[in-house]
């Protein structure tokens, strides 16, 4: 009697196990065949905010981040230098930008730092006291032209190198949390709580709230190659708005549930490849616009957050973490 209940518990077992694999497929996702990224530690502890390149020289960029920290390559990001800027106080640099060799640095509590020699020589533009919010993004729009938000989502553009600025946005969107801005130039931004994301696009006056698509609070939202909306919710949950409509999203997907609870960002190499980063060396990846996964267990090991991904172009990223630690991608070929 005794061996036939240990025989029916053992069964039960089975069937347990059986089910869990069945129902959680994605708990733990498989692992890349090759790892196509290089882990570079950069003598700072700063943590990396943005990375940008000139278009003159491909493989001349500069790299922002806490601490005053702004570095700068010549080989396409295989070795940085610091830049020593002469500030008055440490400022949070957030966002870099290049259009030809004319650059802007943006920084906070409030900064902007501009340049025409593609980061020979920068110099300190005023701002405004008045200036609602802190400086959050720029970027190069060409000759003496860029547009800056800030992180109440204030918009101004200047033609004149900063000489002057014309206001896009009548009303503050309130203090967010992230900010993106799409190629032609409509912006979303997720709010500080996450409890709600905002939506503008040129020629509007004011910002579009929007409630969040479920319970889960935003972390991150920003665009695709063709300008749809994607987003990141707590829990690892990730949705994307195919349609192009800035509230018409597709159902949840959680791509690993074991690992993805801390996503953070969200990058396209190509249209069907995406890379999300998150907490303590989480990466993953997806070659077929979302549809399966794969973990990049190569770089688990990297002690940092990985909070931002960067495309300058398909055979060029990087991911931008704390410490000093950057990874760069370094295979051209597909890796799955």
Not at 284 to 301: A, H, I, N, P, Q
Request: hydrophobic share 35%.
């Amino acid at each position: 009697m005794r061996a036939l209940v240990t025989r029916l518990k053992q069964g039960l077992a089975l069937v347990a196990i059986a089910l869990f694999a069945a129902s959680c497929s994605n708990y733990l996702l498989p692992n890349l065949e090759e790892n196509p990224w290089d882990i570079l530690s950069l003598p700072t502890d700063a943590t990396f905010n943005d990375i940008a390149f000139t278009d003159t020289d491909p493989n001349h960029g500069w790299l922002v981040g806490t601490g005053n920290t702004l570095m700068e390559t010549q080989d396409g990001g295989n070795t940085w230098a610091p830049k020593t800027l002469d500030l008055d106080q440490k400022y949070r640099l957030t966002s870099v930008s290049f259009s030809g060799t004319e650059g802007w640095v943006t920084g906070q509590p409030s900064l902007l730092l501009h340049t025409t020699d593609g980061g020979a020589s920068w110099e300190r533009i005023p701002l405004s006291e008045k200036l609602p919010g802190k400086p959050f993004l720029i970027t190069a729009l060409g000759r003496q032209s860029a547009e800056m938000a800030t992180d109440v989502g204030a918009i101004y553009r200047t033609e004149d190198n900063g000489e002057t600025w014309q206001a896009l946005v009548e009303g503050a969107v309130g203090v967010v949390r992230n900010m993106n801005r799409s190629a032609d130039g409509h912006y979303v931004a997720v709010s500080s709580r996450g409890n709600f994301y905002s939506t503008w696009q040129p020629g509007e006056r004011e910002w579009h709230p929007h409630n969040r698509q479920n319970s889960r609070r935003l972390q991150n939202m920003g665009f695709d190659r063709d300008g749809h909306l994607w987003l990141l919710a707590r829990g690892g949950q990730i949705q994307f708005a195919e349609s192009g409509g800035v509230e018409d999203f597709e159902d949840p997907i959680n791509p690993e549930l074991v690992t993805s609870w801390g996503l953070l960002d969200i990058a396209y190499r190509t249209p069907d490849e995406l890379w999300v980063s998150g907490g303590s060396g989480n990466l993953l990846c997806s070659f077929d616009g979302g549809k399966t996964w794969y973990r990049d267990e190569s770089v688990e090991d990297v002690p940092s957050n990985l909070y931002r991904i960067v495309f300058t172009d398909a055979n060029r990223g990087f991911v931008l973490g704390q410490r000093g630690y950057l990874l760069k991608y370094a295979d051209t070929t597909e890796t799955a």
